[in-house]
């Protein structure tokens, strides 16, 4: 079992709908984050955060420790929103380990 | 600051050659990583520097690997000889005291024939 678990693998979305993306972990982490992986290959990092929720414009991220699970959700979602979402954790020794990500296409 | 930057963007070289990727972080950056990315096993952490002194290097997958940071605006990753298996998309990422965001380059994609 992976220690970083995304769901769903693939999500297909109308354009303004509502969309979320879990993780969960299995390791004691210091913090969680949220990356975007654009189709050209880029990587951008939208979150980084150890407990409760941060916002930025439409991204949402939320986490919950007890549980070992965050959520990441996009607001009037749009088709350049299209791309891989990863998720990643960094353990106690701040080792990074990363979900499979999340292939989001938002269509018109 | 112009980001991370990472060369060169692509290469392609025969099996066995010695091959050489480079990466400028962010200045004043205290951490530098490298990541790979493939298709089968997404992305993975090789190895990461604190103030130039690399810290874990457990990801490295064998002894073909290494990695230098011989000052603080100058990292190096290194495969002699390469492989096949080695193909896939090496990223390079920087950030202040981790676990900070880190600030990722935009790869270099290579391919081993």
């Known amino acids: 079992k992976n220690e970083v678990e995304q769901s769903p693998q693939n999500l297909t979305a109308q354009e303004g709908e509502f969309i979320t993306i879990n993780c969960s972990y299995s390791?004691?982490?210091?913090?969680l984050h949220w990356l975007q992986q654009h189709p050209g290959g880029g990587i951008v990092s939208l979150f980084m955060?150890?407990?409760g929720k941060k916002k930025h414009g439409r991204l949402i991220a939320t986490i919950n420790i007890q549980e070992k699970h965050s959520s990441l959700h996009i607001t009037a979602s749009h088709p350049r929103d299209s791309a891989v979402y990863i998720c990643?954790?960094?353990?106690?020794?701040?080792?990074?380990?990363f979900g499979a990500g999340t292939r989001l296409t938002v269509k018109p | 600051d112009a980001g991370v930057i990472q060369s060169p963007r692509h290469e392609v070289t025969e099996m066995g050659q010695e091959v050489t990727l480079r990466c400028k972080p962010i200045?004043?950056?205290?951490?530098l990583f490298w990541y790979r990315q493939t298709m089968m096993r997404g992305l993975e952490l090789l190895i990461y520097?604190?103030?130039?002194?690399?810290?874990?290097d457990s990801g490295m997958p064998e002894d073909r690997f290494s990695a230098k940071m011989p000052n603080a605006s100058f990292s190096t990753l290194k495969i002699q000889p390469s492989e096949p298996r080695d193909s896939a998309v090496y990223f390079c990422?920087?950030?202040?005291?981790?676990?900070?965001?880190?600030?990722f380059g935009p790869g270099t994609r290579l391919t081993v024939l």
């Open positions: 990422a920087s950030s202040f005291f981790p676990p900070d965001t880190q600030y």
């Open positions: 390791v004691g982490i210091s913090a």
């Open positions: 955060l150890s407990s």
């Open positions: 990643a954790v960094s353990d106690q020794n701040n080792d990074m380990r």
């Open positions: 200045s004043g950056h205290d951490y």
């Open positions: 520097f604190n103030n130039n002194v690399p810290i874990d």
